[in-house]
């Protein structure tokens, strides 16, 4: 298990973010651990740390070059996935349709919808023949996009 630095929370070794709140999360294999102990007192800050804002429902980037990391709030009723700029998630990549695909906010929650692409939409590495309720923590793949849900 792996804590998450910004919110605390316990992920699965192996995921690179956290699915409560979409931080980075670190990469065992270049943690370093301390071979000598360490003498010097260590003073603490006994404040309690404040509660960890909720961003809200998002998509966040999990696997694209230099687009890892990269967060998308779902804000409004319907967010267009696409390589429109016109797209309210614009991937700009040739694996990625004009109009790929749509998360919809609905009473049951948000819904996953491709729109048509070409190379087809993904959910945690299904293909999705039909909407799909999206759960925190699926991941999404648009193209060569990974791209993780919270809630």
Known sequence: MVTCP????ERPDGDRFCGSCGGALP???TQTQATEPI???VELDATPPGPVPHL???????L????TGEFFPLTGQVTTIGRSPDCDIFLDDITVSRAHAQVREEPAG?????DGSTNGTYVNRRVLEEAEILA?????QVGRFRLVFIA
């Open 27 to 29: 990469d065992p294999a």
């Open 6 to 9: 910004t919110c605390g929370a």
């Open 110 to 114: 948000f819904v996953l919808v491709d």
């Open 64 to 67: 694209q070059g230099g687009r």
């Open 39 to 41: 003498e010097a007192p």
């Open 136 to 140: 925190d923590g699926d991941e999404v």
């Open 56 to 62: 809200g429902p998002a998509l966040a980037v999990r």
